[in-house]
C-alpha cells in the first residue's frame, strides 16, 4: 500500500547510524552582518573556584554569544590590533570611549569571579554608561553552572535587542543504537533524551526498550509527547519530564505517527492509518476526547501535520499527486465533508518532501526535499509564497524544527552511517554540531519558550 512507502520515506532517519560529521555549510541567500562585541578575560583573581574553571564557563558563555544569529566574540587577532582594548580584561577598568567608538565598538563584556560569584558588566560605547549582572552563584561543577551561564547570555541577549535569547532552552530528541543478541537478527532501541540547546547536559527520558520516535515538548507542563513501538504498532504517549510516567495519548486503532502540537498545548494532529490509509487526524486533548479525521485522498498517504502558530491552519505532506509535497490547509469547522476541504501546495520547487515545521512567529515553514542527491533543508515564506533551499552540500539533512525566536533551526544530518543533530540559525553560515557519542540522534524539537 502507498502510505506505507511514504511511511518509509518519513521514517528513513531511523535506520541510521552514528559516527562524527564534518561541519555543514548552509548557504544563505543575504547573510547578516553580526554585532562584534569584545568579551573580557574572567578575571579571577578573587575566584574560590578552581584553576582553570573560570575559563571553562566563559567558553560556555562565548559559544552563547557567536551562535545567537545577531552577536560574534571578537577573536583575539582582533582584539590585539584595537588600542581601546589594551587594557579591557581589567573588570574596574573603564574603556577611553572615544577610541572604542572609533574601533567601531558597540558592546564590551567584562566579566570577573569573587569567591563563587560571577559579575557581568554589560558596557555601551555610544551610551557611555554600564549594566551590572551579579549574584551569578557558582558550584565548581560545570554541568550545574552552564544553565547559569546560559541564562547570562539571554540575560545579555535581551539587554542588548530587547527580546529574549534562545541559550536557556532544552531540546529533545531520539537516539538510536543497534544491539547485537546471542541468537538471532541484531536488536533496536530508540530512546528519548533531553538536553540544553548546545547538547550538553543530556539526560534520558524513556525506558521503553523499543523504538521511540518524534519527541515534543508540551507548551503547557512538565511533560513530553512522544510515538512509541513498545505494544509493537506505533502508538502515541504522554510522559512527564521528571519521572517517567507514559500514557497513552488516544485509544484509536491502527498506527499513530508523526505528532503535532498546537501553541495552547490543548490539541494534537497526526497521521493514522485507521482508515485504511495514512490520513490526517485531529484530537484536543482531555479525557474521552474523540480524533476527527480532517484529511484524507483516494489512494494517497498524508502524514507529519504540522499547526501554524494561530492554530487556524496545518501544514502536511501528502502524495496525492505523486512525490510526496508539503500542502497547506485551514483546520475545517466540525461537520465539514472530507471532500470539501480544499489544500494549498507549497513545495514546488523539490521531490520527496517531508518533515514540514512552521515557525513560532508564522512567517516559514522549514522542510525537507530533494532535488539532486542529498536531502536539504527548504524554507517556504508564507507571506511572499517563495521558497529557497537553505542548505546545501553532502550529507542527507531531515527533520528541521524551529527554535522560539523563529530564527534558530535544529535537523539531523545523515551521511553514510553517520547521524548527528545541528544548530544553524538564518544568520550565519556554519552549522554547528551538538551532538556525539554512539547512536543516531534523529527528531529533534526544541522546548517551545525560553523558561
Known amino acids: 500500500m502507498r502510505h506505507f512507502l511514504l511511511i518509509a520515506c518519513l521514517f528513513c532517519s531511523i535506520n541510521s547510524l552514528h559516527a562524527d560529521v564534518d561541519d555543514i555549510y548552509v548557504q544563505l541567500s543575504s547573510e547578516v552582518e553580526l554585532m562584534p562585541i569584545f568579551v573580557s578575560q574572567i578575571d579571577g583573581a578573587d575566584s574560590e573556584l ?19 544569529g545577531a552577536t560574534r566574540a571578537l577573536t583575539s587577532k582582533e582584539i590585539a590590533s584595537f588600542s581601546s582594548l589594551g587594557n579591557q580584561n581589567l573588570f574596574e577598568q573603564d574603556p577611553d570611549f572615544a577610541k572604542a567608538k572609533s574601533d567601531g565598538l558597540l558592546y564590551l563584556v567584562k566579566l570577573k569571579m569573587k569567591k563563587n560569584e560571577l559579575i557581568c558588566k554589560v558596557v555601551s560605547v555610544n551610551g557611555q554608561t554600564a549594566t551590572l549582572i551579579d549574584h551569578i552563584f557558582l558550584s565548581g561543577d560545570l ?16 539587554l542588548l535587542f530587547g527580546k529574549n535569547g534562545i541559550a536557556s532552552c532544552r531540546i529533545i530528541y531520539t537516539v538510536k543504537k543497534r544491539f547485537n543478541q546471542p541468537k538471532g537478527d541484531p536488536k533496536w532501541l530508540a530512546e528519548v533524551f533531553m538536553s540544553d540547546y548546545d547538547g ?21 507542563g512538565n511533560k513530553f509527547l512522544y510515538v512509541s513501538y513498545k505494544i509493537g504498532q506505533p502508538k502515541l504517549y504522554v510522559s512527564a519530564l521528571n519521572e517517567f510516567s507514559p500514557q497513552r495519548v488516544t485509544s484509536l486503532k491502527g498506527i499513530q505517527v508523526t505528532p503535532s502540537i498546537n501553541t495552547s498545548g490543548n490539541t494534537i494532529a497526526f497521521s493514522s492509518d485507521v482508515t485504511g490509509r495514512a490520513d490526517i487526524f485531529l484530537q ?7 480524533p476527527m479525521q480532517i484529511f484524507t485522498a483516494k489512494g494517497a498517504a498524508n502524514a507529519s501535520p504540522t499547526f501554524s502558530p494561530d492554530g487556524i491552519r496545518v501544514a502536511f505532506v501528502s502524495d496525492k499527486d505523486g512525490s510526496p509535497k508539503v500542502y497547506v490547509m485551514k483546520i475545517p469547522p466540525t461537520g465539514t465533508k472530507l471532500k470539501d476541504v480544499k489544500v494549498e501546495l507549497i513545495s514546488k520547487r523539490c ?9 513560532p512567529d508564522g512567517k516559514k515553514i522549514a522542510y525537507c526535499g530533494k532535488n539532486s542527491g542529498e536531502r536539504q533543508i527548504w524554507i517556504y515564506d508564507v507571506e511572499t509564497k517563495t521558497e529557497r533551499q537553505l542548505t546545501q552540500g553532502k550529507a542527507n539533512k531531515e527533520n528541521p524544527t524551529w527554535a522560539p525566536d523563529s530564527l534558530h533551526l535544529l535537523f539531523n544530518a545523515q551521511d553514510g552511517d553517520q547521524t548527528d543533530i545541528y544548530l544553524i540559525n538564518l544568520n550565519q553560515p556554519n552549522a554547528q554540531k551538538i551532538t556525539s557519542g554512539p547512536g543516531a540522534k534523529l527528531f529533534p524539537s526544541w522546548e517551545p519558550k525560553p523558561r
Open 284 to 290: 484536543p486533548l482531555g479525557k474521552d476526547q474523540k
Open 351 to 359: 521531490r520527496e518532501n517531508s518533515a514540514p515545521s512552521w515557525s
Open 50 to 68: 578552581a584553576q582553570g574553571y573560570p575559563e571553562s564557563i566563559r567558553q560556555v558563555l562565548l559559544f552563547d554569544i557567536n551562535n545567537n
Open 143 to 158: 554541568a550545574k553552572d552552564r544553565q547559569k551561564i546560559h541564562q547570562l547570555s539571554d540575560s545579555i541577549h535581551k
Open 200 to 220: 550538553y547536559n543530556i539526560r534520558q527520558l524513556t525506558h521503553d526498550n523499543s523504538l521511540a520516535a518524534h519527541a515534543l515538548f508540551m507548551p503547557q
